[in-house]
């Protein structure tokens, strides 16, 4: 079965940077959509960013954009999400996610992201 495992949440300071990772098995990703999402206490999921698996050309979300960098290594079928000049609005539980076309069909599980002021 697919599997996405995120990795690398906790507790920073607002300037601090944090890398996380998301482990992905099962099949081969090949053609896939890689994202990012978030989900703060109270308010909706948000899309944060997203990367095309084979070629891996990235799209970010405005509120993230120049701060925040996604990559991914084939060959340990990796994706991590880079986060610099964290802010205390950036606290929420982050998710990786994957599918065709955008459709985000696999979840992980979440990682927790705490930033303080």
């Known amino acids: 079965q697919v599997q996405l495992v995120e990795s690398g949440g906790g507790l920073v300071q607002a300037g601090d940077s944090l890398r996380l990772s998301c482990a992905a098995s099962?099949?081969?990703?090949?053609?896939?959509?890689m994202a990012w999402f978030r989900q703060a206490p109270g308010k909706e999921r948000e899309f944060v960013g997203q990367?095309?698996?084979?070629?891996?050309?990235?799209y970010y979300a405005d509120s993230v954009k120049g701060r925040f960098t996604i990559s991914r290594d084939k060959a340990r079928n990796t994706v991590y999400l880079q986060m610099n000049s964290l802010k205390p609005e950036d606290t929420a539980v982050y998710y990786c996610?994957?599918?065709?076309?955008?459709?985000?069909?696999?979840w992980g599980r979440g990682t927790q992201v705490t930033v303080s002021s």
């Open positions: 990367i095309t698996w084979s070629l891996g050309s990235t």
């Open positions: 099962g099949r081969s990703f090949s053609g896939y959509f």
């Open positions: 996610a994957a599918g065709i076309r955008s459709s985000y069909g696999y």
